[in-house]
């Protein structure tokens, strides 16, 4: 699953790749458990296994992408 995060006051975003076996969901209640607990950093590992930190008041947005089983490339796509 794709995510891109806008950070405030940087025109960069960070764009990274969720290990398999999130669900949206999943990732979208950790996310909010973590804002509303009132912890400082968010704390996001990707696929990868880099765990990358962002100030929870430096966050903008959160895009959540399509998972693998969503796209759908060439002929047979709808």
Same mark, same amino acid.
């Given at each position: 699953?794709?995510?891109?995060?806008?950070?405030?006051?940087?025109?960069?975003?960070?764009?990274?790749?969720?290990?398999?076996?999130?669900?949206?969901?999943?990732?979208?209640?950790? #996310?909010?458990?973590?804002?509303?607990?009132?912890?400082?950093?968010?704390? #996001?590992?990707?696929?990868?296994?880099?765990?990358?930190?962002?100030?929870?008041?430096?966050?903008?947005?959160?895009?959540?992408?399509?998972?693998?089983?969503?796209?759908?490339?060439?002929?047979?796509?709808?």
């Amino acid at each position: 699953m794709d995510i891109r995060i806008g950070i405030s006051d940087s025109p960069r975003e960070i764009d990274l790749e969720l290990p398999e076996g999130i669900t949206q969901e999943e990732f979208i209640t950790s #996310i909010e458990a973590s804002i509303s607990s009132g912890s400082s950093i968010v704390w #996001i590992q990707d696929r990868k296994g880099h765990r990358l930190g962002v100030f929870a008041s430096k966050l903008a947005y959160i895009e959540v992408g399509a998972t693998k089983e969503d796209r759908r490339v060439g002929f047979g796509a709808p």
